[in-house]
């Protein structure tokens, strides 16, 4: 008796494991997907701390002898011509660190000028985004540091009453399209998607 009980024991045994190996060889990973994302395929962001392409920029450079300042928009290749027929590369660089290079360039490396004597400065402007849609005034608007969808469609005057406030289209400069629910984003500021320069917001009117 107790030869057939350990042996039924062992079949069920086979039998279970048999089960469990089968089911784990059908597991397949699932990668999580963001539902909220239409084009979700990586790709660089604008940075309000950061110089981009098609930024306008102006390089102040102060030195004994009088140098006009040079206004220029960056290009494609990120590089721009500066004084002396000098190219620096400026896309994806802070304004500081540009400031740097060219001051080490010009004191240092070259020793045109005297160091203390010869200072620069960088800045960016022009910077805006447009809101559209359903907002009480619509345009563009300069860009401020910190800004976030909530706050861009405060600045066009807020929603009208037609406003579908659960799906604003954000529209990056370099074509990503993200959707925001914006009635939840008042309730959770995390859910505040921040806004960067060139950015479009587009917020469409509800289907009743």
Request: one cysteine or more; proline letters at 6%; hydrophobic letters at 40%.
């Amino acid at each position: 008796m107790n030869c057939r009980i350990t042996w039924i024991k062992r079949v069920l045994g086979a039998a279970c494991g048999a089960l469990l190996f089968s089911g784990c060889e059908t597991l397949t990973p699932v990668t999580p997907v963001n539902p909220r994302t239409d084009n979700a395929a990586p790709v660089a962001m604008v940075s309000a701390d950061l110089v981009s392409v098609g930024d306008q920029i102006r390089i102040v450079l102060d030195a004994p002898s009088p140098i006009n300042p040079l206004e220029i928009a960056v290009p494609e290749s990120g590089e721009v011509t500066i004084h002396m027929g000098e190219r620096i590369k400026v896309a994806g660089r802070k304004t500081d660190d540009i400031a740097r290079e060219i001051t080490t360039l010009f004191t240092v490396k070259k020793e045109v000028y005297k160091p203390g004597r010869f200072t620069v400065n960088v800045q960016v402007f022009g910077r805006s985004i447009s809101v559209g849609g359903e907002v009480r005034a619509t345009g563009s608007f300069t860009f401020e540091g910190g800004m976030t969808v909530l706050k861009a469609i405060n600045r066009a005057g807020g929603f009208t009453e037609w406003a579908d406030k659960n799906a604003v289209q954000i529209i990056r400069l370099n074509g990503q399209s993200l959707t925001v629910d914006c009635k939840s984003a008042v309730k959770n500021p995390s859910l505040d998607v921040p806004m960067f320069p060139g950015d479009r917001v587009n917020v469409l009117r509800k289907i009743f």
